[in-house]
């Protein structure tokens, strides 16, 4: 065992997390002269305190490039839009507590707060004249006027049973009935409806009543607003027991075209969507374009006004149906799919100035691509194809920009022509830490298996290797099931860098069931998330040790997060080649999971419900909890404390299980965290979790 690795500052360091630099929402001036985009990164503000940024800047696309900001670093700005002239910024921003719109000209000045509204406002969407701004609000079930039209969910009540006093409190309604728990029938109900309206208890009736972090019992409905900038007035043309999002504006600015679905069963019961079109001035609001067992949203009008591009998928079996990109004439007629054959999910549809064709993007194949579309013959031709990953982009008349990963860098922008001919790299928000930095490389390989599947998988060696010397070798999986890794996928370019750092090699593949490959290869995890998915990253690692003879097949180590913490303990429940392994955020109990997290719906979606014929049986065999007694592997379990996508007693089970057992096993618990810890989390508590796996590896290794 060898516990003393030393610091070297020629390899990436753990707390390298904080220099990092990514960019998004890349949007190019109407003259084609810079690019705006929000830059996210993270300000050390003490010992072992940090706080994320994230703040429009600008660059000129013209050598040298030059950046400044746009807004201040004191506050954090999203989702923000340049208007069609390009004289004012729109952005949201937090103010006491709630999100509003700001309005910021280009030319410089001070942002000035655009709407007030109560439950706050954001997503602004530029009208086509740069007067008016669309936007978004959300509102609780209480504070619509009226009844749904479905069944009240409360098993023997009716809406009106009681007086709702989050009404009340919010000025919309007047108390008629006193409180009283021993009075009437009536006064019995709206005591209660006291209590629930201050949360204490918390009454549920949703079939999605779990957030990310906590329970969400109230639903809430998305509604569309318009302000005018100039007078700041503003109004809602949404209502009802719908919501409307991703709305855009009509060329001639009469209509509001939006995803939105209307019908007679509760929302949490249907992840159905259709194109709404809303008249501005009568509000009356129609569904414009629907598909049987299809959903279809986020309509964008071409250039010419002569299309309407809509994103979707078939919602029969959303697990492995693949997102597309179709279009149809401004009228609703006409419609297809140009996606369809490249059997990819897609998003991100940007219409060139021509109106002749779409970019999109995509996972595939270790990257994340970007395409090009033929409206009129469906053709399809890729722009950027190798294993890099291309991210935020956009594109004004012949230019294009875009966000890059790459192995050397994680992220730096690019501009190019439309065919990305002699790209230039215009950003070097990451070069000066990197400098000197020795990175490991990733090798790429496929192998065959002996059911058909083809798998994709990289090798990653130490950042120093010596002649003759064998290293202990991490062997890190993907979570989903449905993720895609490979080099141009940025989530992981610090973990392996570190891990390759500290003297580990690193291999990851895309077993069945990864995005990225098309429909037949995702579904290829039906009712099989143990054996199959664990017998192809198994196999990668073997075939890896075949092809380098600096791996050390006696030091093999474990880990992945979510299904990839799952897939760590189905492993270690089968196979005692690993010196010791770490799951995290996993789910390890199918039943279990069912009630308890709130991606259940990828237990139906991949066995079916439990009582239905021979599914429990499916389900408990595909559980790792089913085989915990084999465990011998030393094993480190870790969940947020408020993790509710996966249930943060699935690990209690797990652990409680192998502690009852006697088994080598430990488990570490982060406070106040949900399952974006490692992406998203509190920034002392992400480098705490990277310095947790090396040291707990370090444990049971035996460094050259």
Same mark, same amino acid.
């Given at each position: 065992?060898?516990?003393?690795?030393?610091?070297?500052?020629?390899?990436?360091?753990?707390?390298?997390?904080?220099?990092?630099?990514?960019?998004?929402?890349?949007?190019?001036?109407?003259?084609?002269?810079?690019?705006?985009?929000?830059?996210?990164?993270?300000?050390?503000?003490?010992?072992?305190?940090?706080?994320?940024?994230?703040?429009?800047?600008?660059?000129?696309?013209?050598?040298?490039?030059?950046?400044?900001?746009?807004?201040?670093?004191?506050?954090?700005?999203?989702?923000?839009?340049?208007?069609?002239?390009?004289?004012?910024?729109?952005?949201?921003?937090?103010?006491?507590?709630?999100?509003?719109?700001?309005?910021?000209?280009?030319?410089?000045?001070?942002?000035?707060?655009?709407?007030?509204?109560?439950?706050?406002?954001?997503?602004?969407?530029?009208?086509?004249?740069?007067?008016?701004?669309?936007?978004?609000?959300?509102?609780?079930?209480?504070?619509?006027?009226?009844?749904?039209?479905?069944?009240?969910?409360?098993?023997?009540?009716?809406?009106?049973?009681?007086?709702?006093?989050?009404?009340?409190? =919010?000025?919309? =309604?007047?108390?008629?009935?006193?409180?009283?728990?021993?009075?009437?029938?009536?006064?019995?109900?709206?005591?209660? =409806?006291?209590?629930?309206?201050?949360?204490?208890?918390?009454?549920?009736?949703?079939?999605?009543?779990?957030?990310?972090?906590?329970?969400?019992?109230?639903?809430?409905?998305?509604?569309?607003?318009?302000?005018?900038?100039?007078?700041?007035?503003?109004?809602?043309?949404?209502?009802?027991?719908?919501?409307?999002?991703?709305?855009?504006?009509?060329?001639?600015?009469?209509?509001?075209?939006?995803?939105?679905?209307?019908?007679?069963?509760?929302?949490?019961?249907?992840?159905?969507?259709?194109?709404?079109?809303?008249?501005?001035?009568?509000?009356?609001?129609?569904?414009?374009?629907?598909?049987?067992?299809?959903?279809?949203?986020?309509?964008?009008?071409?250039?010419?006004?002569?299309?309407?591009?809509?994103?979707?998928?078939?919602?029969?079996?959303?697990?492995?149906?693949?997102?597309?990109?179709?279009?149809?004439?401004?009228?609703?007629?006409?419609?297809?799919?140009?996606?369809?054959?490249?059997?990819?999910?897609?998003?991100?549809?940007?219409?060139?100035?021509?109106?002749?064709?779409?970019?999109?993007?995509?996972?595939?194949? !270790?990257?994340?691509?970007?395409?090009?579309?033929?409206?009129?013959?469906?053709?399809?031709?890729?722009?950027?194809?190798?294993?890099?990953?291309?991210?935020?982009?956009?594109?004004?008349?012949?230019?294009?920009?875009?966000?890059?990963?790459?192995?050397?860098?994680?992220?730096?922008?690019?501009?190019?022509?439309?065919? @990305?001919?002699?790209?230039?790299?215009?950003?070097?928000? @990451?070069?000066?830490?990197?400098? !000197?930095?020795?990175?490991?490389?990733?090798?790429?390989?496929?192998?065959?298996?002996?059911?058909?599947?083809?798998?994709?998988?990289?090798?990653?060696?130490?950042?120093?290797?010596?002649?003759?010397?064998?290293?202990?070798?991490?062997?890190?999986?993907?979570?989903?099931?449905?993720?895609?890794?490979?080099?141009?996928?940025?989530?992981?370019?610090?973990?392996?860098?570190?891990?390759?750092?500290? !003297?580990?090699?690193?291999?990851?593949?895309?077993?069945?069931?990864?995005? !990225?490959?098309?429909?037949?290869?995702?579904?290829?995890?039906?009712?099989?998330?143990?054996?199959?998915?664990?017998?192809?990253?198994?196999?990668?690692?073997?075939?890896?040790?075949?092809?380098?003879?600096?791996?050390?097949?006696?030091?093999?180590?474990?880990?992945?997060?979510?299904?990839?913490?799952?897939?760590?303990?189905?492993?270690?429940?089968?196979?005692?080649?690993?010196?010791?392994?770490?799951?995290?955020?996993?789910?390890?109990?199918?039943?279990?999971?069912?009630?308890?997290?709130?991606?259940?719906?990828?237990?139906?979606?991949?066995?079916?419900?439990?009582?239905?014929?021979?599914?429990?049986?499916?389900?408990?065999?595909?559980?790792?909890?089913?085989?915990?007694?084999?465990?011998?592997?030393?094993?480190?379990?870790?969940?947020?404390?408020?993790?509710?996508?996966?249930?943060?007693?699935?690990?209690?089970?797990?652990?409680?299980?192998?502690?009852?057992?006697?088994?080598?096993?430990?488990?570490?618990?982060?406070?106040?965290?949900?399952?974006?810890?490692?992406?998203?989390?509190?920034?002392?508590?992400?480098?705490?979790?990277?310095?947790?796996?090396?040291?707990?590896?370090?444990?049971?290794?035996?460094?050259?």
């Amino acid at each position: 065992m060898h516990l003393a690795i030393g610091q070297d500052n020629k390899k990436i360091l753990i707390s390298d997390l904080t220099k990092i630099v990514q960019t998004n929402n890349h949007q190019i001036s109407p003259d084609g002269n810079y690019v705006y985009f929000v830059k996210n990164h993270i300000e050390v503000t003490g010992e072992d305190s940090y706080q994320y940024k994230s703040q429009i800047w600008k660059t000129e696309l013209k050598a040298p490039f030059n950046s400044t900001p746009v807004t201040s670093s004191d506050y954090n700005v999203s989702s923000f839009t340049l208007s069609p002239d390009g004289k004012h910024l729109a952005f949201t921003r937090a103010k006491d507590g709630k999100a509003q719109i700001y309005l910021l000209p280009t030319a410089g000045g001070e942002s000035q707060q655009l709407t007030k509204e109560k439950n706050g406002a954001f997503s602004p969407v530029w009208s086509p004249d740069s007067k008016k701004i669309l936007f978004s609000v959300s509102l609780p079930i209480w504070a619509i006027e009226g009844n749904p039209d479905w069944e009240q969910p409360r098993p023997g009540r009716a809406y009106g049973d009681e007086p709702n006093y989050k009404a009340i409190q =919010a000025g919309l =309604a007047k108390e008629e009935i006193k409180p009283n728990p021993d009075g009437s029938l009536e006064e019995m109900r709206a005591f209660l =409806a006291k209590n629930n309206s201050k949360n204490d208890p918390k009454v549920i009736d949703r079939l999605n009543f779990l957030g990310e972090l906590d329970l969400n019992p109230e639903l809430n409905f998305s509604h569309l607003g318009i302000i005018d900038v100039q007078s700041g007035e503003s109004e809602i043309i949404t209502k009802g027991f719908q919501s409307f999002f991703g709305g855009t504006w009509s060329p001639d600015m009469q209509h509001i075209y939006s995803s939105s679905l209307f019908n007679d069963i509760h929302p949490d019961e249907t992840n159905h969507t259709e194109v709404w079109k809303i008249n501005i001035s009568t509000k009356e609001a129609s569904k414009f374009f629907g598909l049987e067992n299809h959903r279809v949203g986020n309509p964008s009008f071409s250039p010419d006004g002569r299309w309407i591009a809509v994103g979707g998928q078939n919602v029969e079996e959303p697990s492995y149906n693949q997102s597309m990109i179709g279009v149809m004439r401004a009228d609703g007629t006409g419609f297809k799919w140009i996606t369809e054959s490249l059997d990819r999910s897609v998003s991100s549809p940007t219409w060139t100035a021509d109106s002749q064709s779409i970019y999109f993007t995509g996972a595939s194949n !270790g990257g994340f691509y970007l395409w090009k579309a033929a409206v009129n013959t469906g053709k399809i031709d890729p722009v950027i194809s190798a294993q890099v990953g291309v991210g935020s982009f956009d594109i004004v008349g012949q230019r294009l920009v875009y966000a890059l990963t790459k192995v050397e860098h994680i992220s730096e922008i690019f501009v190019a022509d439309l065919n @990305n001919r002699n790209p230039q790299q215009i950003s070097t928000w @990451n070069q000066g830490w990197l400098a !000197g930095k020795k990175l490991s490389k990733p090798s790429f390989h496929t192998l065959q298996t002996a059911d058909g599947f083809e798998i994709e998988y990289w090798v990653m060696p130490p950042a120093e290797v010596k002649a003759g010397v064998k290293y202990p070798t991490i062997l890190n999986m993907h979570g989903g099931p449905s993720a895609m890794w490979g080099p141009g996928e940025g989530s992981m370019w610090h973990e392996f860098q570190v891990m390759a750092a500290k !003297g580990y090699g690193v291999v990851y593949a895309n077993p069945r069931g990864s995005g !990225g490959y098309g429909k037949a290869f995702q579904k290829g995890n039906f009712q099989d998330w143990g054996d199959g998915p664990a017998a192809d990253v198994l196999a990668a690692l073997d075939k890896a040790t075949e092809q380098y003879d600096w791996i050390d097949k006696d030091q093999y180590f474990l880990t992945g997060g979510s299904y990839a913490g799952y897939l760590t303990a189905w492993i270690v429940g089968h196979d005692h080649r690993f010196k010791a392994a770490f799951a995290q955020r996993g789910v390890y109990e199918l039943t279990f999971f069912l009630g308890e997290g709130n991606a259940w719906r990828l237990v139906p979606n991949h066995f079916g419900y439990p009582w239905e014929e021979g599914v429990k049986e499916i389900m408990d065999y595909n559980s790792p909890q089913t085989y915990v007694q084999n465990i011998q592997t030393p094993l480190l379990i870790k969940h947020g404390d408020q993790d509710l996508r996966t249930g943060v007693r699935q690990s209690e089970l797990l652990y409680k299980s192998l502690k009852i057992l006697g088994k080598p096993v430990e488990y570490v618990r982060y406070p106040g965290e949900g399952h974006e810890l490692s992406r998203s989390g509190a920034i002392h508590r992400r480098i705490d979790r990277m310095a947790r796996i090396i040291e707990f590896f370090e444990r049971y290794v035996e460094h050259p």
